[in-house]
């Protein structure tokens, strides 16, 4: 209980404390204080011409040795006995060191397996481990979550999405004549070629969270004339358009494509770059010999431009040139305005009445016409380099010296191949199984990489065997 100016609990005054009332008692002990007078206290040493003051009795306190007050300077209990106590502890001297050693990290501790170097390495693991625990949970939690991320169907929402990947904004159309086609019946390996394809482009989808169109054409009975058959793209895009109408791009392939390198999006490959990635000027690759730009007097300066309007915005077709020309077994449309204008052009019947027997690639006929004679269609065009999504296997385009601009290359790593022209002296089926094969080699994962080092390495000492015994 403080003593902190607390009033007396006598009646006479003064304190009941020994220590503050020793010198001033009358034989009464610790039961009253003395009733002297003034002068009586001024001539003992009192407190003078005042009252007994608490701080002149707790000095005068303090000088009694009977009762001493309460200090921290090394005067209690453990003070006084600590090296007694401490004597009185066990002591350990490990690997038979001494005490008085200048290496200290090992005095006086405990080791398991009587201080063993097993013994030292299972502490120092032990303590790694606690000191880690937590880092270990969050390493683990991250681990678990990326699992999940891509087992589960969290990865499509996540790349579907228009804020996040995007991938809502793009379609895949595939044409599949899967009932066999219109001018004839398929065989094994034309069945073959489609299965393959059409798993490629599923996969490829799904990876990246695009829609995916698989158009069946034998029920398109309108397309049954032979002067029409090759043009259904045209009105399958059209079509597409009205039952994707949140989508922005429509990329069109061919059923005779492969995706080679299934981890490239469409985002990195072209279109975070549209304008690195493609060239609005027909004369920097011009196998047609079109006159560009136009030179009439009463045209706009857009159409007089050899780039338009250098603005990314307005390409709303995007499509390679190989050797000969356009080619579309792989092309891009952009939904607008100008798009619904063009395909309507594009599938006019003037145009497949009356040059069908003239134009013998039909609808890429049609639109490299309409490219050189109008120019509100230039104006909107855009060219992609034709390996960048549209390789040739070795043999299309025969023996070109520019064959390194059209031609796959399994160094580069192109995107797509398309066996453009396989039916006529080539091998489909073959070119496709290559060309899934190789895929398949160079996208393997790690695990499956030395899984085949593995097969490799017991291969070739089964093969050394053999020819040793034929030795």
């Not at 070629?193 to 069946?216: H, P, Q």
């Amino acid at each position: 209980m403080s003593l902190s100016r607390s009033p007396s609990p006598l009646a006479g005054g003064g304190w009941a404390s020994p220590g503050l009332t020793n010198e001033f008692n009358s034989g009464i002990g610790r039961s009253a204080s003395p009733r002297r007078t003034y002068g009586e206290l001024h001539s003992n040493g009192g407190a003078g011409s005042s009252s007994v003051t608490w701080a002149s009795a707790k000095a005068r306190s303090d000088e009694i040795n009977g009762y001493p007050s309460f200090s921290t300077k090394n005067s209690g209990f453990f003070a006084r006995h600590a090296r007694a106590v401490s004597n009185s502890l066990p002591k350990f001297n490990v690997g038979g060191r001494r005490y008085s050693d200048k290496e200290k990290l090992g005095r006086g501790r405990w080791y398991p397996d009587g201080g063993s170097r097993f013994g030292r390495i299972k502490t120092f693991l032990g303590s790694i481990t606690r000191r880690m625990r937590l880092r270990m949970l969050i390493i683990l939690g991250l681990v678990l979550a990326t699992i999940l991320f891509y087992v589960t169907p969290m990865h499509r929402v996540y790349r579907r999405a228009s804020f996040l990947g995007g991938g809502s904004k793009y379609v895949i159309v595939l044409a599949a004549n899967m009932g066999g086609g219109v001018m004839e019946w398929k065989g094994p390996r034309e069945w073959a070629i489609e299965r393959d394809s059409v798993k490629n482009k599923k996969k490829y989808a799904k990876k990246w969270g695009y829609d995916l169109e698989i158009v069946d054409m034998s029920t398109k009975k309108r397309y049954a004339h032979e002067w029409r058959e090759s043009w259904e793209k045209v009105d399958t895009m059209r079509n597409c358009m009205r039952k994707y109408p949140d989508a922005e791009w429509f990329w069109w392939l061919d059923l005779n494509t492969f995706i080679m390198e299934p981890s490239y999006s469409l985002q990195s490959q072209i279109f975070n770059s549209l304008d690195s990635n493609s060239y609005r000027d027909i004369n920097e690759w011009n196998p047609l010999n079109v006159t560009h730009p136009f030179t009439a007097e009463y045209l706009d300066p857009i159409s007089l431009s050899t780039t338009g309007d250098s603005k990314q915005t307005s390409i709303d077709l995007l499509i390679p040139q190989d050797c000969a020309g356009f080619n579309l077994g792989s092309f891009f449309l952009r939904r607008s305005a100008w798009t619904d204008r063009l395909l309507d052009i594009w599938w006019d019947p003037v145009l497949y009445e009356q040059k069908h027997m003239e134009w013998e690639h039909k609808e890429q006929d049609a639109l490299e016409h309409l490219y050189g004679a109008h120019p509100w269609i230039r104006s909107h065009t855009a060219f992609v380099p034709q390996r960048r999504i549209n390789s040739f296997p070795t043999g299309a385009c025969g023996d070109a010296a520019e064959g390194s601009k059209f031609h796959y290359s399994e160094k580069d790593r192109d995107f797509v191949v398309n066996m453009a022209g396989c039916e006529w002296g080539r091998d489909c089926w073959g070119e496709m199984y290559n060309f899934r094969e190789l895929s398949n080699k160079l996208n393997r994962s790690r695990w499956e990489k030395f899984k085949d080092s593995i097969s490799d390495r017991f291969k070739k000492m089964k093969e050394g065997k053999q020819e040793q015994k034929q030795e």
